[in-house]
C-alpha cells in the first residue's frame, strides 16, 4: 500500500478503497476507521456517486485534494460535473462502459465478436420478445439490461411464467436467454493501451438463501476452492479481456461465466467498472508488498505507474443481502476478529480502513442497509465452499447470527 495518496474514491460506500491509501467521499462510511481521518461521510437521502458530485461541500474538498477522482460507478453527470471543475478522472467514458454492461446489447455484441454466449432473444420486453425467445429452450433466464446482484434476475421455466414477465416490464429492455448449467465463475481484469491484464479465477457464490433472497443473484467470491476447467476458464477469458480491450474500456472489469460440466466456458457478462472484489485483490496486494488491482487501474489513466503481468489473489468474501423489509443495524459494527477451533467467531475489535490482518477476517456492516440490498460481509482468506459446493458449516453460523443480530427475527 503506497503511503500517499494518488486518487479520491468516491461513491456510496467506502469499502471498495479498503486497503490503499485514498481519500474517500462516500454516504456510509461501512463503520470503518481511519486514524488519518481519511473517510468523509456525507448524508444524504440520495446514495449516489452523482449526488455526491453535485454536494457543494463535496465539490470544495475535491477542489482543496488537488488529486486524481476515482468513482465507484461514473455517469454523463458525473463526467459533467467532473469536467467542469477540471478534476482528472480515472473511470473509464459512461457511453463506453454502459454499453457494454447492457445485458440487452451485450449478448449480441458479444455474439458477432465470436465469443460464446448462450442462445438468446433481446429487445424491449412485450408480447414480440415473447414469442421470440419461446422459441429457445426453456428454462430461460430473463433480466432487465440494467441489474445488480441479481436483484433483476428471473428463472422462467415455462411460457406462462415468460408472457408474464414480458407483460410486467413492458416496454423495457431486456435479455432472455437459455439457462446454462454449470459452476458461476467470474474473473477480474485490467484494460490497458497495450495490453491487458488479467487476475486468478474464483468461484461466484449465487443464490445461497442464507445470503441473498434473490434465487439467481451472486454473494460472494471464492479464491481458495478450485476452479473446474481452470485453463479453459483462463484461456477464454483473455479472450473477452482483449474484447473489452478493443471496444475502447479502460480500467478494471469483470466478468462471469458459467463452466459447464463439459468444460465449456459461456460468456454471461461484463462489468466494465470497479465490481465487488475490487477489497480482496487491495488486501492481497497490501501483504504481497505488490502492486494492486486499483494502481493498475488509475495507471491506465496516467496516474503513477504500475506493472505486472499477472494478478493473485487469496482473500475471500461472503456477502449478506437484507431479507427484511426493513432492516436496522442493530448493535453489531464493523469490526475484526477470528474464528476458534469450535468455529465461532471471536470479535477482536473495530475494523479501520486498512483492513483486516493477514491471519484475520473483516466483518463489514452497512450503517444503514436497503431492503434487498447488501446487510454485510464477511472478508477471510481461505475456503468459503466445501467439496459439495455448499458452504462450510461455521461460515454458515456466522452469516446466520450477524443476520439475527442484525435483523432480528423474520416477519411475514
Known sequence: MSSSPRAVFLGPEALPALATSMLVVCHDSCQLESAEKRIVEVPGRERSSRALMANPEVQS??????????????????????????????????????????????????????LPVAPFASGRAGAELAARAAALRFPLVFQLAHGFSGAQTNRVDSRQVLERLNSQFAGHPCRISELIEGTP???????????VVMGAPCLQLTGIPMLTPHPMGSCGNDFTS?????????RTAQEVGEWVRREGHRGVFGIDFVVAPDGQCWCIEVNPRLVASVPLWSLTARDLGRASLLDLHL????????????????????IIYCRQPV????????????????????????????????????????????????????????????DRG????????????????????ITH
Open 299 to 318: 495507471a491506465s489513466f496516467g496516474i503513477g505507474e504500475a506493472e505486472a503481468t499477472s494478478l493473485d489473489c487469496d482473500w475471500s468474501q461472503l
Open 226 to 234: 478450485p476452479v473446474p476447467h481452470r485453463q479453459g476458464v483462463v
Open 390 to 409: 455448499a458452504l462450510l458449516p461455521h461460515l454458515a453460523r456466522f452469516a446466520t447470527d450477524v443476520r439475527a443480530t442484525l435483523e432480528g427475527p
Open 185 to 195: 465463475v467470474t474473473v477480474t481484469g485490467v484494460a490497458q493501451d497495450d495490453l
Open 327 to 386: 432492516a436496522s443495524s442493530g448493535e453489531r459494527g464493523s469490526g475484526r476478529g477470528t474464528f476458534d477451533n469450535r468455529g465461532d467467531f471471536l470479535w477482536l475489535g473495530r475494523l479501520g480502513l486498512g483492513g483486516p490482518a493477514r491471519d484475520e477476517a473483516g466483518g463489514v456492516v452497512r450503517r444503514s442497509p436497503r431492503p434487498g440490498g447488501e446487510l454485510a460481509r464477511l472478508l477471510l482468506r481461505g475456503p468459503l465452499l466445501d
Open 61 to 114: 474538498r475535491l477542489r482543496e485534494s488537488g488529486l486524481a477522482l476515482l468513482v465507484w460507478k461514473s455517469s454523463v453527470e458525473v463526467e459533467r460535473i467532473a469536467a467542469g471543475m477540471g478534476l482528472r478522472l480515472a473511470n473509464s467514458p459512461t457511453i463506453i462502459a454502459r454499453r457494454l454492461e447492457n445485458k440487452a446489447l451485450f449478448s449480441g455484441a458479444a455474439q458477432r465478436a465470436g
